[in-house]
């Protein structure tokens, strides 16, 4: 392997492997959902700017009403499928909720039938019902850090999370004529305005420690990461971006069973793996691309 292959690899599996320690920072902040989100968009934000600024991208960018809009409407989406992410994990664990989060690209290929009349292969439907019937074996035997039962509404939150996800791809598809990096900088500052006047009901934590663990989500797990993601994802082939999403979600477990004593059992185990091979596969003929914003991550 030539060192111009080597350096986007490790690039990629960086990005996911932050990805897979998301829900363990968001935890330790102490901080409610949207305070965390606000948090991530602020501060990711203000650096995704910063580097859209050094690039001499934003000064050069004249954007149409109809593409500004769908930013915005991108925005909202993604945002929302923070917020629901994070509050999922308190309410289940974070390995169940990042597990069942994973089902969004299949809602995406949903999605892109419903309006973009995009054909549905038989073989989709089957791996939607696999993976569908994974979440539904998650539900029944999942169980929390306390060894009670996931409250199914951790669950909900976590699939309602991949549905605005996936609205977030879907209106990105639209979009492919603009840099990455400034779409995404642009959703997180439209974000950070929305989320705003939220702190007035959940501020952001009053110590230091939970003060920053949000500035690490923000610079490591938001701006930093994306730019690894947006700076890889275009020089690996698309099996190698399918092989290596496998990170997310295996660091998310480990990370829920190393450090919250999360102990699956064989039935919820089983559920996981259905729900990973089902929705992470590639497909023939279709690139996957588990990007954040553009066909999103986290």
Not at 110 to 123: H, I, M, T
Not at 237 to 248: I, R
Not at 250 to 277: C, K, N, Q, T
Request: with cysteine; charged share 10%; net charge positive.
């Amino acid at each position: 392997m030539t060192n111009s292959e080597t350096r986007p690899l490790l690039q990629w599996s960086a990005a996911m492997a932050m990805s897979g320690t998301i829900g363990a920072v968001v935890l330790e902040s102490g901080a409610a959902a949207p305070a965390v989100a606000f948090a991530r968009c602020f501060v990711g934000g203000a650096l995704l700017v910063i580097w859209c600024l050094s690039r001499g991208w934003l000064q050069s960018w004249r954007p149409s009403r109809r593409d500004l809009g769908l930013a915005v409407l991108g925005g909202l989406f993604l945002v929302g499928n923070w917020v629901l992410l994070f509050a999922s994990y308190a309410l289940s664990s974070i390995s169940v909720s990042t597990v069942v989060y994973h089902t969004q690209p299949l809602i995406l290929v949903g999605l892109a039938a419903a309006f973009l009349g995009e054909k549905v292969a038989k073989s989709h439907l089957a791996r939607a019902g696999i993976a569908f019937g994974g979440v539904a074996l998650i539900s029944f035997s999942a169980h929390g850090e306390d060894g009670k039962p996931v409250q199914l509404a951790g669950i909900g939150l976590a699939l309602g999370a991949a549905v605005l996800y996936a609205g977030a791809s879907f209106v990105a598809k639209q979009l492919k004529h603009i840099r990455p990096h400034l779409l995404a900088a642009v959703q997180t500052t439209v974000g950070a305005v929305v989320l705003a006047p939220v702190l007035f009901v959940t501020p952001l934590p009053a110590t230091p420690s939970g003060l920053l663990w949000l500035v690490l989500l923000g610079t490591v797990h938001t701006a930093l990461m994306y730019v690894l993601m947006y700076a890889s994802i275009g020089k690996l082939p698309t099996t190698t971006v399918a092989l290596l999403s496998y990170l997310y979600p295996v660091v998310a477990v480990l990370v829920d069973i190393a450090f919250y004593g999360h102990r699956p059992s064989w039935p919820e185990a089983l559920g996981m793996l259905a729900v990973l091979a089902a929705a992470l596969a590639p497909q023939r003929g279709r690139r996957p691309a588990p990007e954040p914003v553009r066909e999103a991550v986290s």
